[in-house]
């Protein structure tokens, strides 16, 4: 069922409109539940996520949440980040872009929503299996209580910040994220969660306005 949230996020785009009616359509058609989360159309199946739209400068698109699981014997569905391990996304360049691939595009919601069904799980590297940081080493070194913070985590949101840290080339900008990132650590909250105290469920960020650095 459509929902008017969505209707009001189309009407204000100005650039994508097109597309992401299209887009909108086919999750749809499909009886995808739908909604807005990180603001923007997400569409889920017994209150799983299944898809989500990004409109982005140059094109948008389709994000599966459990994408690497989705047979792709054509190649359209890409990992967003080199260093991504679940999601997949087909990118769209114009409204004939996704009208060549429809027939595709129903089928990978169609197997997502088959994953979902039968439990499928991506199988994450572990925790250990991602480099320590010399910087992080040395700042645990100088608070202990910061590396026990730390230890306290759980294991999704230490890999987040392994993750964070291991993209940044310079030790000074590592240092400079576990600065930015200690306080976030030492309550416990994970990297892109928000402790400005504002949310409906603190302390996480309810995405009803920007994070806070």
């Given amino acids: 069922m459509a929902n008017p949230i969505i209707d009001e996020y189309i009407a204000q785009l100005e650039k994508w409109k097109e597309e992401v009616t299209l887009l909108r359509a ?23 996520n299944i898809v989500i739209i990004g409109t982005f400068k140059e094109y948008c698109t389709l994000n599966f949440f459990k994408g690497a699981l989705i047979k ?3 190649n359209l ?15 769209f360049y114009n409204i004939q872009d996704i009208k060549n691939s429809e027939n595709k595009i129903k089928g990978f919601i169609k ?4 994953i979902e069904k039968s439990g499928g799980k991506i199988e994450f ?7 320590m940081p010399d910087e992080l080493i040395a700042e645990f070194d100088r608070d202990p209580d910061f590396k026990i913070a730390f230890d306290n985590l759980t294991e999704g949101k230490k890999r987040a910040y392994l993750l964070n ?4 080339k310079l030790s000074q900008t590592k240092e400079e994220r576990i600065i930015k990132h200690k306080k976030r650590i030492m309550l416990g909250l994970g990297v892109h969660d928000c402790y400005c105290g504002k949310s409906k469920i603190m302390p996480l960020c309810d995405g009803a306005h920007k ?3």
């Avoid at 569905?77 to 990118?91: D, S, Y």
């Fill in 26 to 48: 086919i999750a749809l058609e499909l009886n995808l539940e739908e909604e807005v989360k990180w603001k923007h159309p997400c569409y889920s199946h017994d209150k799983k």
């Fill in 72 to 74: 792709d014997d054509s």
């Fill in 77 to 91: 569905l890409i990992k967003p980040g080199e260093n991504t391990q679940a999601a997949r996304i087909i990118k």
């Fill in 111 to 114: 197997q997502a929503i088959e």
């Fill in 125 to 131: 590297k572990k925790t250990s299996e991602y480099e």
């Fill in 165 to 168: 840290l291991s993209q940044a």
């Fill in 211 to 213: 994070i806070m650095n």
